[in-house]
């Protein structure tokens, strides 16, 4: 009786046993993807023109013609002022009649070579003369050209206080002419972020009035130096002018994005608190285990934290109450 007894006892208790044995406990879990972590960087930028220059005369006179108005569009090459040029037309019509005598002198004393009429010496004084003429011609138009003030590049001028009968010198400002169809605009960076931009990468402008970022640049130019002063460094975007609503001098919101490191992405329900700070509960196989995470930067419904999460580990972000390490768990997503 009592063997019959002691084996069914052992028999009932192997029954209890097997039905405490722990079940995996039902959770939802979703696969950790590492991503970058975006940056935005937001400055203030001063623009300029593509092409900008201050013209001054060349030489000093009396102006005689005004030709422009502020704000026209000239083309280079275009006249814009022209001074009292009567003493250079003389001189350019003297310099020709003196180049043509001396020519005509050189051709007489080419026909009499060889004649014993003309030695070699007076004839290579001529085509020296002949050269010398030249020359001079040349240096009259030159002085010719500089009584006329004409733009260097296509353009749009400045307001200016010059009017005919004004006295000039190479230190007076005529007019400013402005390329505008681009603008350059710079500003400065943070040295944290050298070598995070490149050239080529594209930035979004707004002006101060409306706040929009409706203009779009490229940086064309990054600084060869840290500024020790402020610890930032100068970069310049090219800025499209197309509609030329944009004018040199204006100060800009820069906005640039930039991508610094990748780092573990989480459901922002997957991070838990603990004493010891952050952490979430991994999946190794079937069973949970407690890894510490450090917050980086949080985004539209997720987070990106430093810890070591393989890129594919599953983390747990529903029922994370229940967890204990080493718990045996079940995906239940999408059943």
Partial sequence: MSLVL?????????????????????VVMEVVEWQPRKVRIEAVGTSRALKSVTVHPEVSGE??????????????????????????????????????DAKRLYSRYQRTRGSGTVTESVIDDAKSAVERARLNLDRAKVALDFRSIEAPFDGYLGISHIDPGSRVDTTTAITTIDDRSKLLVTFQVPELFLGQIQQGQEIAVATWSNGS??????LVEIDSRVNPETRTFAARALVENDRDVLRPGMSFRVSLDLEAGRYPQIPEV???????????????????????????QRVPGAILVESDLPEGIQVVT???????????????AGL
């Fill in 6 to 26: 002691t084996g069914c006892s052992r028999e009932s208790g192997e029954n209890v046993r097997g039905d405490l044995a722990p079940k995996a406990q039902p």
């Fill in 63 to 100: 102006v005689v013609e005004v030709t422009f108005a502020a704000g026209d569009r000239v083309q280079a090459g275009q006249t814009i002022v022209r001074l009292d040029d009567r003493d250079q037309r003389l001189a350019v019509q003297i310099a020709s009649v003196e180049l043509e």
């Fill in 213 to 218: 970022a409706d203009h779009t640049g490229q």
């Fill in 270 to 296: 997957a991070l838990q608190w603990g004493n010891d700070g952050a952490f979430v509960w991994g999946v190794d196989g079937e069973k949970v285990t407690r890894i510490p995470a450090t917050i980086v």
């Fill in 318 to 332: 529903e029922g994370t109450q229940r967890m204990r390490e080493g718990l045996r768990v079940t995906n239940i």
